[in-house]
């Protein structure tokens, strides 16, 4: 993308769950206005497979996606950071050029107990949770 299109960093703790709904979503709502990563403080090391799959019942693939440490973008202009979890709020640096940064926590699906089917039930909610917030911010990116 070009150096022009403002980078939004979306930091969670293990970078396996939220912040990879979150960018997917962000992602597919504001297209090409911004660039947008994920990463975690302690990043888990993959993508939980019900976060993926829960994206693909609304048509989002973050197959793709993998598990970064925030310290990968500590020299990038990052533009605006939004924290999706209560330790990454904490743990978070200044990025160089940051101009904004929002923190709207999320519960951790990854913690979901009981069957699959429960389990997928929790992914959705803080999924449906996180579109609603992040396609309502897309629209005041434009």
């Known amino acids: 993308m070009p150096t022009s299109t403002p980078l939004i960093l ?3 703790t293990g970078n ?3 912040s990879h709904m979150a960018e997917g979503i962000l992602r597919a709502a504001a297209g090409e ?3 947008v ?14 976060a993926i799959e829960v ?8 197959s793709g996606h993998t598990s970064k440490h925030l310290d990968e973008f500590l020299a990038q202009d990052v533009h605006t950071v939004i924290t999706v979890c209560g330790n990454a709020d904490q743990a978070c640096p200044v990025f160089p050029g940051q101009a904004v940064k929002y ?6 699906p990854a913690h979901a107990t009981g069957t699959e089917a429960e389990q997928l039930a929790v992914f959705r909610r803080v999924r449906d949770e ?3 917030k992040f396609e309502a911010y ?3 990116l434009r």
């Open 16 to 18: 396996s769950c939220r």
């Open 138 to 140: 897309a629209d005041t």
């Open 130 to 132: 996180i579109r609603a």
């Open 103 to 108: 923190h709207w926590p999320f519960d951790d």
């Open 33 to 35: 206005t911004v660039a």
């Open 55 to 62: 994206l693909k019942e609304i048509d989002i693939d973050i």
């Open 10 to 12: 979306i930091l969670c």
């Open 37 to 50: 990563a994920s990463a975690g403080s302690a990043p888990a090391g993959y993508v939980h497979p019900l």
